[in-house]
Protein backbone atom coordinates (compact mmCIF):
# COMPACT_ATOMS: atom_id res chain seq x y z
CA UNK A 1 0.00 0.00 0.00
CA UNK A 2 2.61 2.17 1.05
CA UNK A 3 4.26 1.54 -2.52
CA UNK A 4 1.34 2.58 -4.06
CA UNK A 5 1.21 5.67 -2.53
CA UNK A 6 4.82 6.66 -3.39
CA UNK A 7 4.60 5.76 -7.24
CA UNK A 8 0.88 7.77 -7.04
CA UNK A 9 2.65 10.53 -5.41
CA UNK A 10 5.84 10.94 -7.81
CA UNK A 11 3.66 11.36 -11.11
CA UNK A 12 2.43 14.60 -9.14
CA UNK A 13 5.81 16.06 -7.86
CA UNK A 14 7.05 15.79 -11.32
CA UNK A 15 4.33 17.29 -13.01
CA UNK A 16 4.46 20.13 -10.52
CA UNK A 17 7.97 20.57 -11.18
CA UNK A 18 7.56 20.35 -14.77
CA UNK A 19 5.09 23.55 -14.35
CA UNK A 20 6.56 25.42 -11.56
CA UNK A 21 9.84 25.15 -14.80
CA UNK A 22 7.03 26.00 -17.44
CA UNK A 23 6.23 29.55 -15.05
CA UNK A 24 9.83 30.21 -14.93
CA UNK A 25 10.45 30.30 -18.42
CA UNK A 26 7.31 32.00 -19.72
CA UNK A 27 7.91 34.75 -21.91
CA UNK A 28 7.33 38.86 -21.45
CA UNK A 29 4.66 38.94 -24.25
CA UNK A 30 2.66 35.64 -23.15
CA UNK A 31 2.04 37.14 -19.55
CA UNK A 32 2.73 40.80 -18.62
CA UNK A 33 2.12 40.20 -14.73
CA UNK A 34 5.00 37.95 -14.71
CA UNK A 35 6.90 40.99 -15.99
CA UNK A 36 5.95 43.45 -13.49
CA UNK A 37 7.00 40.95 -10.40
CA UNK A 38 10.58 40.26 -12.54
CA UNK A 39 10.91 44.18 -12.33
CA UNK A 40 9.94 44.64 -8.59
CA UNK A 41 11.97 41.48 -8.45
CA UNK A 42 15.20 43.40 -10.41
CA UNK A 43 15.02 46.48 -8.45
CA UNK A 44 14.98 44.59 -5.14
CA UNK A 45 18.34 43.06 -6.59
CA UNK A 46 19.82 46.41 -7.75
CA UNK A 47 18.75 47.77 -4.23
CA UNK A 48 20.56 44.87 -2.72
CA UNK A 49 24.08 45.23 -4.69
CA UNK A 50 24.37 48.60 -3.63
CA UNK A 51 24.13 48.32 -0.72
CA UNK A 52 27.12 45.61 -0.65
CA UNK A 53 29.18 47.76 -2.25
CA UNK A 54 28.18 50.69 0.33
CA UNK A 55 29.22 48.06 2.54
CA UNK A 56 32.26 47.04 1.07
CA UNK A 57 33.74 50.77 0.87
CA UNK A 58 32.82 51.49 4.31
CA UNK A 59 34.94 48.42 5.01
CA UNK A 60 37.73 49.18 2.95
CA UNK A 61 37.70 52.73 4.75
CA UNK A 62 37.90 51.10 7.81
CA UNK A 63 41.18 49.22 6.82
CA UNK A 64 42.81 52.01 5.70
CA UNK A 65 42.35 53.91 8.77
CA UNK A 66 43.56 51.06 10.62
CA UNK A 67 46.62 51.09 8.47
CA UNK A 68 47.17 54.45 8.95
CA UNK A 69 47.16 54.33 12.18
CA UNK A 70 49.79 51.53 12.31
CA UNK A 71 51.64 53.61 9.72
CA UNK A 72 51.26 56.62 12.81
CA UNK A 73 53.03 54.11 15.57
CA UNK A 74 55.72 53.13 13.05
CA UNK A 75 56.56 56.99 12.02
CA UNK A 76 56.37 57.40 16.12
CA UNK A 77 59.04 55.11 16.24
CA UNK A 78 61.63 56.27 14.05
CA UNK A 79 60.95 59.80 15.66
CA UNK A 80 61.18 58.39 18.96
CA UNK A 81 64.16 56.35 17.71
CA UNK A 82 65.97 59.96 16.61
CA UNK A 83 65.27 61.69 19.34
CA UNK A 84 67.40 58.17 21.21
CA UNK A 85 70.21 59.03 18.62
CA UNK A 86 70.18 62.58 19.59
CA UNK A 87 70.07 62.36 23.76
CA UNK A 88 73.10 60.28 22.81
CA UNK A 89 75.58 62.48 21.53
CA UNK A 90 75.93 64.61 23.50
CA UNK A 91 75.04 62.14 25.93
CA UNK A 92 71.84 63.23 27.83
CA UNK A 93 70.32 60.09 29.94
CA UNK A 94 67.11 62.17 31.01
CA UNK A 95 66.67 62.24 26.91
CA UNK A 96 67.74 58.84 26.55
CA UNK A 97 65.00 57.67 29.40
CA UNK A 98 62.21 59.69 27.57
CA UNK A 99 62.93 58.21 24.10
CA UNK A 100 63.36 54.63 25.03
CA UNK A 101 59.60 55.29 26.95
CA UNK A 102 58.06 56.47 24.00
CA UNK A 103 59.81 53.40 21.58
CA UNK A 104 58.64 50.70 24.37
CA UNK A 105 54.89 52.67 24.30
CA UNK A 106 54.80 52.66 20.91
CA UNK A 107 55.91 49.39 20.43
CA UNK A 108 52.58 48.22 22.80
CA UNK A 109 50.38 49.85 20.27
CA UNK A 110 51.96 47.75 18.09
CA UNK A 111 51.74 44.91 19.19
CA UNK A 112 48.05 45.57 20.15
CA UNK A 113 47.23 46.81 16.65
CA UNK A 114 48.42 43.00 15.53
CA UNK A 115 46.36 40.75 18.05
CA UNK A 116 43.30 43.55 16.89
CA UNK A 117 43.85 42.98 13.16
CA UNK A 118 44.15 39.18 13.81
CA UNK A 119 40.97 38.99 15.51
CA UNK A 120 39.30 41.62 13.05
CA UNK A 121 38.69 43.77 15.88
CA UNK A 122 38.68 47.30 14.03
CA UNK A 123 37.12 50.23 15.10
CA UNK A 124 33.99 51.12 13.13
CA UNK A 125 33.04 54.50 14.54
CA UNK A 126 33.69 57.20 12.18
CA UNK A 127 36.68 55.47 9.84
CA UNK A 128 36.86 58.74 8.09
CA UNK A 129 37.90 60.96 11.12
CA UNK A 130 40.80 58.36 12.02
CA UNK A 131 42.27 58.42 9.01
CA UNK A 132 42.54 61.75 9.04
CA UNK A 133 43.67 61.96 12.71
CA UNK A 134 46.40 59.16 11.86
CA UNK A 135 47.71 61.06 8.94
CA UNK A 136 48.35 64.21 10.94
CA UNK A 137 49.74 62.03 13.75
CA UNK A 138 52.32 60.51 11.07
CA UNK A 139 52.97 63.85 9.36
CA UNK A 140 54.25 65.18 12.90
CA UNK A 141 55.84 62.72 13.28
CA UNK A 142 57.88 63.16 10.51
CA UNK A 143 57.92 66.89 10.96
CA UNK A 144 59.99 65.66 14.12
CA UNK A 145 62.18 63.48 12.81
CA UNK A 146 63.47 65.80 10.00
CA UNK A 147 63.77 68.49 12.66
CA UNK A 148 65.80 66.27 14.76
CA UNK A 149 67.66 64.77 11.34
CA UNK A 150 68.59 69.06 10.83
CA UNK A 151 70.22 69.90 13.96
CA UNK A 152 72.32 66.82 14.18
CA UNK A 153 73.33 67.92 10.91
CA UNK A 154 73.99 72.02 11.93
CA UNK A 155 75.77 69.94 14.91
CA UNK A 156 78.24 67.79 12.29
CA UNK A 157 78.71 71.18 10.31
CA UNK A 158 79.52 73.01 13.10
CA UNK A 159 81.90 70.41 14.21
CA UNK A 160 83.46 70.20 11.25
CA UNK A 161 83.94 73.89 11.00
CA UNK A 162 85.96 74.01 13.84
CA UNK A 163 87.98 70.76 12.57
CA UNK A 164 88.66 73.08 9.49
CA UNK A 165 89.31 76.02 11.75
CA UNK A 166 92.25 74.06 13.75
CA UNK A 167 93.51 72.74 10.54
CA UNK A 168 94.05 76.30 9.52
CA UNK A 169 95.49 77.38 12.27
CA UNK A 170 97.53 74.21 12.54
CA UNK A 171 98.70 75.23 8.46
CA UNK A 172 99.76 78.45 9.33
CA UNK A 173 102.01 77.17 12.23
CA UNK A 174 103.16 74.36 9.58
CA UNK A 175 104.03 77.33 7.43
CA UNK A 176 105.61 79.67 9.87
CA UNK A 177 107.92 76.83 11.23
CA UNK A 178 108.60 76.25 7.12
CA UNK A 179 109.88 79.29 6.89
CA UNK A 180 111.89 79.47 10.16
CA UNK A 181 113.58 76.37 9.09
CA UNK A 182 114.28 77.62 5.40
CA UNK A 183 115.88 80.54 7.21
CA UNK A 184 117.76 78.45 9.33
CA UNK A 185 119.41 76.57 6.67
CA UNK A 186 119.74 79.54 4.46
CA UNK A 187 121.89 81.42 7.16
CA UNK A 188 123.72 78.29 7.49
CA UNK A 189 124.81 77.80 4.15
CA UNK A 190 123.04 74.29 3.40
CA UNK A 191 120.69 76.81 1.29
CA UNK A 192 121.99 78.77 -1.57
CA UNK A 193 121.29 82.63 -0.94
CA UNK A 194 119.90 84.63 -3.48
CA UNK A 195 120.11 88.19 -2.13
CA UNK A 196 123.89 88.98 -2.28
CA UNK A 197 124.32 86.70 -5.58
CA UNK A 198 126.53 88.15 -8.30
CA UNK A 199 127.63 86.50 -11.48
CA UNK A 200 130.96 85.15 -10.68
CA UNK A 201 129.55 82.86 -7.70
CA UNK A 202 126.13 81.88 -9.80
CA UNK A 203 126.00 78.22 -10.04
CA UNK A 204 123.73 75.43 -10.38
CA UNK A 205 122.59 74.97 -6.99
CA UNK A 206 121.09 78.76 -7.72
CA UNK A 207 119.02 77.66 -10.04
CA UNK A 208 117.75 74.90 -8.30
CA UNK A 209 116.67 76.62 -5.26
CA UNK A 210 114.98 79.11 -7.31
CA UNK A 211 113.30 76.49 -9.59
CA UNK A 212 111.51 74.55 -6.40
CA UNK A 213 110.38 78.39 -5.44
CA UNK A 214 108.66 78.28 -9.01
CA UNK A 215 107.17 75.44 -8.94
CA UNK A 216 105.58 75.91 -5.49
CA UNK A 217 104.16 79.82 -7.24
CA UNK A 218 102.83 76.92 -9.55
CA UNK A 219 101.14 75.32 -7.44
CA UNK A 220 99.63 78.33 -5.43
CA UNK A 221 98.45 79.69 -8.82
CA UNK A 222 96.71 76.17 -9.91
CA UNK A 223 95.13 75.99 -6.66
CA UNK A 224 93.30 79.00 -6.81
CA UNK A 225 92.52 78.22 -10.70
CA UNK A 226 90.75 75.28 -9.81
CA UNK A 227 88.82 76.70 -6.69
CA UNK A 228 87.64 79.47 -8.93
CA UNK A 229 86.25 76.88 -11.38
CA UNK A 230 84.78 74.92 -8.41
CA UNK A 231 82.78 77.83 -7.52
CA UNK A 232 81.85 78.42 -10.91
CA UNK A 233 80.62 74.90 -11.23
CA UNK A 234 82.61 73.64 -14.25
CA UNK A 235 82.77 69.76 -14.30
CA UNK A 236 86.31 68.99 -13.43
CA UNK A 237 86.65 66.06 -14.53
CA UNK A 238 85.67 66.44 -17.92
CA UNK A 239 88.13 69.36 -18.40
CA UNK A 240 90.79 67.10 -16.78
CA UNK A 241 89.74 64.82 -19.94
CA UNK A 242 90.21 67.30 -22.52
CA UNK A 243 93.85 68.45 -20.66
CA UNK A 244 94.88 64.53 -20.80
CA UNK A 245 93.25 62.62 -22.95
CA UNK A 246 93.28 58.78 -22.46
CA UNK A 247 94.66 59.03 -18.55
CA UNK A 248 93.33 56.87 -15.61
CA UNK A 249 93.89 59.06 -12.77
CA UNK A 250 94.65 56.80 -9.34
CA UNK A 251 92.55 59.11 -7.47
CA UNK A 252 89.91 61.94 -8.33
CA UNK A 253 92.14 64.57 -6.35
CA UNK A 254 94.77 63.90 -8.68
CA UNK A 255 92.97 66.23 -11.37
CA UNK A 256 95.36 68.85 -10.16
CA UNK A 257 98.10 67.45 -11.41
CA UNK A 258 96.55 67.70 -15.07
CA UNK A 259 96.02 71.66 -14.24
CA UNK A 260 99.62 72.18 -13.33
CA UNK A 261 100.61 70.25 -16.41
CA UNK A 262 97.89 72.76 -18.44
CA UNK A 263 99.74 75.60 -16.58
CA UNK A 264 103.56 74.26 -17.79
CA UNK A 265 102.99 74.03 -20.82
CA UNK A 266 101.51 77.09 -21.33
CA UNK A 267 104.16 79.03 -19.40
CA UNK A 268 107.55 77.13 -20.02
CA UNK A 269 106.90 77.05 -23.88
CA UNK A 270 109.76 78.67 -25.73
CA UNK A 271 111.97 78.51 -22.98
CA UNK A 272 114.70 77.65 -25.00
CA UNK A 273 114.38 81.21 -26.77
CA UNK A 274 115.53 84.33 -25.88
CA UNK A 275 113.01 86.09 -23.84
CA UNK A 276 110.99 82.78 -24.85
CA UNK A 277 110.05 84.31 -28.28
CA UNK A 278 112.77 86.33 -30.59
CA UNK A 279 110.21 88.75 -31.63
CA UNK A 280 109.97 90.08 -27.91
CA UNK A 281 112.99 92.04 -28.70
CA UNK A 282 114.51 94.22 -31.46
CA UNK A 283 115.49 92.24 -34.38
CA UNK A 284 119.13 91.96 -34.24
CA UNK A 285 121.91 89.43 -34.47
CA UNK A 286 122.72 89.92 -31.16
CA UNK A 287 119.46 89.06 -29.93
CA UNK A 288 119.96 85.48 -31.30
CA UNK A 289 123.00 85.35 -29.05
CA UNK A 290 123.37 84.48 -25.44
CA UNK A 291 124.47 87.02 -22.87
CA UNK A 292 124.72 85.92 -19.57
CA UNK A 293 125.45 89.70 -18.35
CA UNK A 294 122.29 90.80 -19.72
CA UNK A 295 119.92 88.01 -18.57
CA UNK A 296 121.29 88.14 -15.02
CA UNK A 297 120.79 91.88 -14.64
CA UNK A 298 117.39 91.63 -15.55
CA UNK A 299 116.93 89.00 -12.95
CA UNK A 300 118.26 91.15 -10.27
CA UNK A 301 116.22 93.48 -11.68
CA UNK A 302 113.00 92.09 -10.99
CA UNK A 303 113.97 89.70 -8.27
CA UNK A 304 112.63 91.73 -4.99
CA UNK A 305 110.16 93.90 -6.92
CA UNK A 306 106.50 92.55 -6.33
CA UNK A 307 105.32 92.19 -9.96
CA UNK A 308 101.98 94.18 -10.10
CA UNK A 309 104.53 97.12 -9.10
CA UNK A 310 106.78 96.35 -12.01
CA UNK A 311 103.95 96.26 -14.34
CA UNK A 312 102.67 99.57 -13.39
CA UNK A 313 106.09 100.82 -13.65
CA UNK A 314 107.12 99.52 -16.61
CA UNK A 315 103.88 98.38 -18.29
CA UNK A 316 105.61 98.01 -22.12
CA UNK A 317 108.51 96.16 -20.67
CA UNK A 318 109.25 92.38 -22.21
CA UNK A 319 108.49 91.53 -19.14
CA UNK A 320 104.97 93.17 -19.51
CA UNK A 321 104.64 91.67 -22.55
CA UNK A 322 105.44 88.12 -21.83
CA UNK A 323 102.88 88.36 -18.84
CA UNK A 324 100.20 89.09 -21.45
CA UNK A 325 100.82 86.80 -23.94
CA UNK A 326 100.98 83.62 -21.30
CA UNK A 327 97.41 85.06 -19.11
CA UNK A 328 95.94 85.26 -22.64
CA UNK A 329 97.01 81.66 -23.59
CA UNK A 330 96.25 80.51 -20.16
CA UNK A 331 92.78 82.49 -19.64
CA UNK A 332 90.07 81.57 -22.38
CA UNK A 333 87.85 84.35 -22.78
CA UNK A 334 84.30 82.27 -22.18
CA UNK A 335 86.33 80.14 -19.51
CA UNK A 336 87.71 83.97 -17.95
CA UNK A 337 83.54 85.00 -17.89
CA UNK A 338 82.22 82.13 -16.49
CA UNK A 339 84.63 82.88 -13.70
CA UNK A 340 84.18 86.60 -13.04
CA UNK A 341 81.02 87.45 -15.24
CA UNK A 342 82.70 89.63 -17.31
CA UNK A 343 85.73 90.80 -19.43
CA UNK A 344 87.00 93.57 -17.64
CA UNK A 345 90.29 91.91 -16.07
CA UNK A 346 90.94 90.98 -20.16
CA UNK A 347 90.28 94.37 -21.05
CA UNK A 348 92.70 95.87 -18.53
CA UNK A 349 95.47 93.41 -19.19
CA UNK A 350 94.94 93.98 -23.11
CA UNK A 351 95.20 97.87 -22.90
CA UNK A 352 98.62 97.83 -20.38
CA UNK A 353 96.29 98.81 -17.43
CA UNK A 354 97.20 95.83 -15.01
CA UNK A 355 94.39 94.84 -12.25
CA UNK A 356 95.08 94.12 -9.08
CA UNK A 357 93.34 91.70 -8.45
CA UNK A 358 93.97 88.26 -6.36
CA UNK A 359 93.54 86.27 -9.53
CA UNK A 360 96.11 88.23 -11.30
CA UNK A 361 98.51 89.04 -8.65
CA UNK A 362 98.55 85.15 -8.48
CA UNK A 363 99.26 84.95 -11.74
CA UNK A 364 101.73 87.82 -12.25
CA UNK A 365 103.69 86.06 -9.24
CA UNK A 366 103.98 82.86 -11.06
CA UNK A 367 104.49 84.65 -13.93
CA UNK A 368 107.86 86.55 -12.70
CA UNK A 369 108.88 83.24 -10.91
CA UNK A 370 109.02 81.58 -14.64
CA UNK A 371 110.86 85.00 -16.05
CA UNK A 372 113.35 84.86 -13.82
CA UNK A 373 113.80 81.10 -13.82
CA UNK A 374 114.31 81.88 -17.62
CA UNK A 375 116.90 85.10 -16.93
CA UNK A 376 118.88 82.67 -14.44
CA UNK A 377 118.97 80.23 -17.06
CA UNK A 378 120.08 82.10 -19.17
CA UNK A 379 122.83 83.69 -17.32
CA UNK A 380 125.02 80.83 -17.45
CA UNK A 381 127.70 80.27 -19.94
CA UNK A 382 126.56 76.17 -20.26
CA UNK A 383 123.63 75.80 -22.42
CA UNK A 384 120.90 75.15 -20.39
CA UNK A 385 117.06 73.72 -21.59
CA UNK A 386 114.08 72.90 -20.81
CA UNK A 387 112.58 68.95 -21.39
CA UNK A 388 109.66 67.15 -20.71
CA UNK A 389 108.70 63.11 -21.06
CA UNK A 390 106.29 61.95 -23.93
CA UNK A 391 103.21 59.89 -22.40
CA UNK A 392 104.53 56.29 -22.38
CA UNK A 393 107.92 56.50 -21.89
CA UNK A 394 109.58 54.12 -19.70
CA UNK A 395 110.34 55.68 -16.11
CA UNK A 396 113.65 56.79 -15.20
CA UNK A 397 115.11 57.50 -11.72
CA UNK A 398 118.03 59.81 -13.44
CA UNK A 399 115.32 61.98 -15.20
CA UNK A 400 112.33 61.64 -14.07
CA UNK A 401 110.47 61.75 -10.30
CA UNK A 402 107.16 61.06 -9.73
CA UNK A 403 104.19 62.73 -8.04
CA UNK A 404 101.40 60.22 -7.26
CA UNK A 405 101.80 58.53 -4.03
CA UNK A 406 101.19 54.59 -5.57
CA UNK A 407 104.04 52.30 -5.23
CA UNK A 408 105.95 51.99 -8.10
CA UNK A 409 109.12 49.50 -6.77
CA UNK A 410 111.36 49.39 -9.67
CA UNK A 411 113.65 45.84 -9.78
CA UNK A 412 116.25 44.85 -11.83
CA UNK A 413 114.51 41.75 -12.43
CA UNK A 414 111.56 43.57 -14.19
CA UNK A 415 111.46 43.91 -17.70
CA UNK A 416 109.82 46.61 -19.69
CA UNK A 417 106.11 45.60 -20.09
CA UNK A 418 106.33 45.21 -16.04
CA UNK A 419 108.06 48.92 -15.72
CA UNK A 420 105.67 51.87 -14.72
CA UNK A 421 105.54 54.33 -17.47
CA UNK A 422 104.62 58.18 -17.77
CA UNK A 423 101.08 59.61 -18.27
CA UNK A 424 101.86 62.77 -18.72
CA UNK A 425 104.54 65.49 -17.51
CA UNK A 426 103.42 67.65 -14.44
CA UNK A 427 106.90 70.10 -14.36
CA UNK A 428 109.33 69.88 -16.87
CA UNK A 429 112.82 69.11 -16.34
CA UNK A 430 115.95 71.07 -16.98
CA UNK A 431 119.51 69.94 -18.36
CA UNK A 432 122.69 71.84 -18.31
CA UNK A 433 125.96 70.69 -19.60
CA UNK A 434 126.75 68.44 -16.25
CA UNK A 435 123.72 69.30 -13.98
CA UNK A 436 120.07 67.41 -14.55
CA UNK A 437 117.42 68.95 -12.77
CA UNK A 438 114.58 66.22 -12.81
CA UNK A 439 111.24 66.37 -14.40
CA UNK A 440 108.12 65.64 -12.35
CA UNK A 441 105.88 63.07 -13.92
CA UNK A 442 102.50 61.30 -13.62
CA UNK A 443 102.91 57.23 -13.16
CA UNK A 444 99.99 55.28 -14.80
Known amino acids: MNSDKRSSSTPVKSRLASAFAKVLHL ?27 EEKIKN ?155 VKSIRSFVRLLVNKLESAEWDLEAA ?28 FERFNDNYFSNSMEASSKTNVERRPKEFFARFMELKSVKATDYLVWKPKSVFARFCREKYFKLMHPKMEESLFGNLDQRNQVKSSEYPETPFFSAFAEMAKRVWLLHCLAFSFHSEASVFQVSQGSRFSELYMVGVNDEPFIISPHDTEDTQPRVAFTVIPGFRFSSTIVQCQVYLR
Request: with cysteine; net charge negative; proline share 3%.
Open 27 to 53: RPDKLEVKKDVELKDYNSKDVLVFSND
Open 240 to 267: VSIIEPNVVLWKSSHGSYAFESFVCKEM
Open 60 to 214: ELIIEAFLAKMFASVSAIKAAYATLQQAQCPYNPEGIQFADDLIEEELKNLAEMRQCFLKKQFDENSPETALAIAEIQEMKHLVKMYEISGKKLDYQVKLKESEVTFLKEKLQEEKKENELLETRMDSSGLLPRLENLNLSTLGHDHFIAFHKRT
